[in-house]
């Protein structure tokens, strides 16, 4: 079996923080989308999200040997977060 492709998501608030800026679509919703598109192109996805920093860097660090590829969303920690950086 193929290595799923890990969605990592930092903090969020989709949906509800100013719609009118980030949009209406919720974190389950863009999970929803993600399992669909993963689907049509023969893959598996796996959806997580946490608060917590150190969270997000052992997800990054797990993923060097159980996935075949990362997307990130770190959020906050984007702008904030040397130890993710240096962990991706």
Not at 39 to 47: A, E, P, R, S, Y
Not at 65 to 73: H, P, Q, T, W
């Amino acid at each position: 079996m193929a290595k799923p492709i890990y969605i990592l998501n930092g903090p969020n608030m989709l949906g509800t923080r100013e719609p009118g800026i980030y949009g209406a679509a919720t974190l389950d919703d863009i999970r929803e989308d993600c399992v669909a598109v993963a689907k049509q192109l023969g893959h598996v996805i796996d959806f997580r999200q946490s608060n917590i920093e150190g969270v997000l860097i052992d997800w990054v660090q797990e993923a060097g040997d159980k996935a075949s590829a990362v997307v990130l969303n770190a959020g906050a920690y984007t702008h904030t977060s040397i130890a993710l950086h240096d962990a991706i």
